[in-house]
């Protein structure tokens, strides 16, 4: 099965993300297959796969926001901030059911807009070549750096407290890529007093992909080939930060060759997002001239070309990744 675009999978529990790339690489006898951000194991939702060309545009998808829905239960600390981790710590039950409404409203209180979080220990960032998993599981203390992340709303959905080490809340939040909602919770946890760890995790969207539309592995193994084709996303879809252009078939040969494009040859249909106002932190100056290139062939409206970024003059588009084959 040939296939190029974007599959909006949904992740099952007790399941890596490289083990759902390694099943939708058997369901669809292709080896070009990758995701487009990592999803503890033990949580659930969307999970983008990339088939084809389309692994090529993970790298442009640093401007998305990802959504959650997610519960902690208070009272224990856990090494891993989750509770499929060893309890480290545990508060006085007695605490724990004199936590009030607005004692949770206050611990939340600091998790909006521009926050500095510190990756946990159990994750995969990188340090001197090695994940922080591997040195906590060898026992070995290493400085991790805290790192800016950007959260755009964390709204608290139900809280049901007063149930010893049952009471729990579930909230949601949008936030930039490389948030850990983890240390939310472990870190909420310590401004009650009582210490908190997730118990639950729903990614329920990542930039333009939701939780509605997506599909189980289970139900992608059963669909016909024309199913899944129907189901794929394009190529340039998850890029909607970028500009557009449309030119027509000379201009896809300037570009298939390598050469730049005049603007002045194609018409702009959008600009790029961020071409004249901020990110929420400093982003590839590229992004503000990057435009999604298409074309007229084949008496086809729309074919999409490639990536391109207009040159500083603002007079040429500059090809960075081609997608369309000659054919």
Same mark, same amino acid.
């Given at each position: 099965?040939?296939?190029?675009?974007?599959?909006?999978?949904?992740?099952?529990?007790?399941?890596?993300?490289?083990?759902?790339?390694?099943?939708?690489?058997?369901?669809?006898?292709? =080896?070009?297959?990758?995701?487009?951000?990592?999803?503890?194991?033990?949580?659930?939702?969307?999970?983008?796969?990339?088939?084809?060309?389309?692994?090529?545009?993970?790298?442009?998808?640093?401007?998305?926001?990802?959504?959650?829905?997610?519960?902690?239960?208070?009272?224990?600390?856990?090494?891993?901030?989750?509770?499929?981790?060893?309890?480290?710590?545990?508060?006085?039950?007695?605490?724990?059911?004199?936590?009030?409404?607005?004692?949770?409203?206050?611990?939340?209180?600091?998790?909006?807009?521009?926050?500095?979080?510190?990756?946990?220990?159990?994750?995969?960032?990188?340090?001197?070549?090695?994940?922080?998993?591997?040195?906590?599981?060898?026992?070995?203390?290493?400085?991790?750096?805290?790192?800016?992340?950007?959260?755009?709303?964390?709204?608290?959905?139900?809280?049901?407290?007063?149930?010893?080490?049952?009471?729990?809340?579930?909230?949601?939040?949008?936030?930039?890529?490389?948030?850990?909602?983890?240390?939310?919770?472990?870190?909420?946890?310590?401004?009650?007093?009582?210490?908190?760890?997730?118990?639950?995790?729903?990614?329920?969207?990542?930039?333009?992909?939701?939780?509605?539309?997506?599909?189980?592995?289970?139900?992608?193994?059963?669909?016909?080939?024309?199913?899944?084709?129907?189901?794929?996303?394009?190529?340039?879809?998850?890029?909607?930060?970028?500009?557009?252009?449309?030119?027509?078939?000379?201009?896809?040969?300037?570009?298939?060759?390598?050469?730049?494009?005049?603007?002045?040859?194609?018409?702009?249909?959008?600009?790029?997002?961020?071409?004249?106002?901020?990110?929420?932190?400093?982003?590839?100056?590229?992004?503000?001239?990057?435009?999604?290139?298409?074309?007229?062939?084949?008496?086809?409206?729309?074919?999409?070309?490639?990536?391109?970024?207009?040159?500083?003059?603002?007079?040429?588009?500059?090809?960075? =990744?081609?997608?369309?084959?000659?054919?």
């Amino acid at each position: 099965m040939e296939i190029e675009g974007i599959l909006n999978i949904n992740k099952e529990q007790d399941m890596t993300s490289h083990d759902v790339v390694g099943r939708v690489r058997r369901i669809l006898s292709m =080896k070009r297959v990758g995701h487009t951000g990592t999803l503890d194991p033990m949580a659930t939702g969307v999970l983008p796969v990339c088939v084809g060309k389309a692994t090529r545009i993970v790298e442009y998808l640093d401007l998305d926001t990802k959504r959650y829905l997610c519960t902690m239960v208070l009272g224990r600390e856990m090494d891993t901030q989750d509770i499929w981790g060893t309890e480290v710590a545990r508060a006085d039950e007695t605490k724990v059911n004199a936590i009030t409404e607005g004692d949770v409203k206050a611990a939340f209180a600091g998790f909006h807009g521009m926050i500095e979080q510190t990756p946990p220990m159990y994750s995969a960032v990188k340090i001197d070549g090695k994940r922080l998993y591997e040195y906590a599981r060898a026992g070995k203390e290493v400085e991790v750096k805290s790192r800016q992340v950007y959260i755009p709303d964390l709204t608290i959905e139900e809280m049901s407290l007063g149930r010893g080490f049952d009471s729990s809340v579930t909230f949601s939040v949008e936030c930039t890529k490389g948030t850990y909602i983890r240390s939310i919770c472990h870190e909420a946890g310590k401004n009650m007093g009582v210490n908190g760890a997730m118990s639950a995790l729903v990614r329920t969207g990542s930039g333009i992909f939701d939780i509605e539309h997506s599909v189980t592995l289970g139900e992608l193994k059963e669909m016909s080939e024309d199913e899944i084709r129907s189901i794929v996303s394009p190529t340039p879809a998850p890029l909607m930060h970028f500009g557009e252009v449309l030119t027509n078939e000379t201009g896809a040969i300037t570009l298939l060759n390598g050469l730049p494009l005049y603007v002045a040859d194609c018409e702009v249909t959008r600009e790029p997002e961020y071409a004249a106002k901020d990110f929420y932190f400093p982003i590839r100056d590229e992004y503000r001239r990057a435009y999604l290139v298409f074309a007229r062939i084949n008496n086809e409206d729309k074919t999409f070309i490639g990536i391109a970024f207009k040159d500083e003059a603002g007079e040429s588009l500059v090809p960075e =990744k081609i997608f369309y084959s000659r054919g």
